[in-house]
């Protein structure tokens, strides 16, 4: 297939002061069409509104998917794009969960490099920025039938990000969810599909009323093994050994997870991944053996945790403190991400010396 470049005449002001998450859009995005049986017309178009028909299928059913990655520029003018091989992969795994075309891999992969090329100066240098990539494919067939669409819109959408918190790495509060769940074991919850998300709200915003950041979530069978926090993965440090729940269909496959455990274990850490058991990290906070609690995931990298709420107590995690583990997989990660230290696992693509 043939990638189509139409530039735009209007470039936007970059945004000036603190950049958040998710709020500034670069002047270009990629997108192609899906129709008769194959995917065409794809191309790199000014950043503009999508047209939709109101009875396009994800507006009621939430056919749809997305992935999150990142490109980041060094002061010397290097780009590198971290592990997006991996977010594509897993992007067709999640359309297939939803019965939606897969797409060639190599060819968005490249539209992608293009894409960021062309929005080159809106890739931001300083410290703790990147480019973030949100990759996403909906079903656009005008038609209220249950079933799978016929015609899908795949686009990329690039914007530079800050430090996903404002508060930057302060420990967070979460909240342990006792009643909601994210995903029950052969449902959605191992793909990164829109309606996750929609569903997860309420629980997050139940924790925040509470005076918490962050809903952590149990498994939906026994409200006793720990799943994930946000949408973040989650690691436990107990006795020295890091725990992070074993992926079992209900847990998203993070990258960063993934990235995490080959740090951990590259440094000699005992990395197990299994049931956790909630209550038993209630029993390590009180009786001492809890280390640290983090989550982890594209956006914030990792998030450390000072102090979660579980059956109407408190307890604090490192005395409220991000713990040493935390800081070394944030020091290696960012490292490996903006070159500051080797790409010893090959994750790093650099698209521009
Ligand atoms: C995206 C996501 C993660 C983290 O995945 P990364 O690939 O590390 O960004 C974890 N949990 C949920 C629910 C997610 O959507």
């Known amino acids: 297939m043939e990638l189509k470049i139409i530039k735009t005449e ?3 002001a970059k945004p000036q002061g603190a950049l958040g998450f998710g709020k500034y859009f670069s002047d270009h995005m990629f ?10 017309n794809a191309r790199i178009q000014p950043y503009q509104e999508l047209h939709l028909q109101p009875s396009a299928s994800v507006l009621h059913y939430a056919q749809g998917i997305f992935e999150g990655a990142k490109a980041f520029k ?37 539209a992608i490099k293009q894409l960021i090329l062309i929005d080159e100066d809106w890739i931001p240098t300083d410290e703790g920025t990147a480019l973030y990539i949100r990759p996403a494919m909906i079903a ?15 686009f990329v959408i690039v914007g530079p990000v800050g430090a996903y918190y404002a508060h930057g790495l302060a420990p967070v509060k979460l909240l342990v969810e006792e009643h909601y769940v994210r ?7 191992g793909n990164k599909v829109i309606g996750n998300y929609a569903a997860s709200m ?10 918490y950041d962050q809903a952590m979530w149990l498994d939906a069978k026994y409200h006793r093994y720990v799943e994930e926090v946000g949408a973040m993965n989650i690691f436990f440090v107990m006795n020295g050994i890091v725990y992070t729940p074993a992926l079992r269909g209900s847990i998203l496959p993070g990258i960063t997870r993934r990235s995490a ?13 299994c049931n956790v058991d909630i209550r038993k990290v209630a029993e390590a906070a009180e009786n001492g053996t809890l280390g640290e609690i ?17 059956k109407g107590k408190d307890y604090v995690v490192n005395g409220g403190n991000m713990g040493e583990i935390s800081k070394m997989l944030y020091n290696e990660l960012t490292g490996i991400q903006n070159g500051r230290l080797p790409d010893k696992h090959g994750w790093v693509d650099i698209i521009k010396e």
């Open 10 to 12: 209007n470039k936007k």
């Open 294 to 310: 983090f989550g982890t995931g594209t956006a914030a990298v990792i998030s450390p945790v000072g102090l979660f709420g579980y």
């Open 140 to 154: 656009t067939e005008p038609a209220l039938g249950v079933h799978a669409s016929k015609s899908y819109l795949m």
């Open 261 to 273: 455990i080959a740090i951990l274990k590259s440094h000699g850490y005992k990395v197990r991944e």
């Open 202 to 211: 309420k629980a997050g915003e139940n924790a925040q009323a509470k005076g």
């Open 183 to 189: 995903a029950a074991k052969g449902g959605t919850g």
């Open 74 to 110: 060094t002061k010397d003018g290097k780009i590198r794009l971290f592990r997006l091989n991996d977010n594509l992969d897993r992007m067709n795994d999640s359309a297939e969960r939803l019965c939606m075309p897969t797409f060639d891999k190599k060819f968005v992969y490249d």
């Open 31 to 40: 997108i192609m069409e899906y129709a008769d049986g194959k995917w065409q």
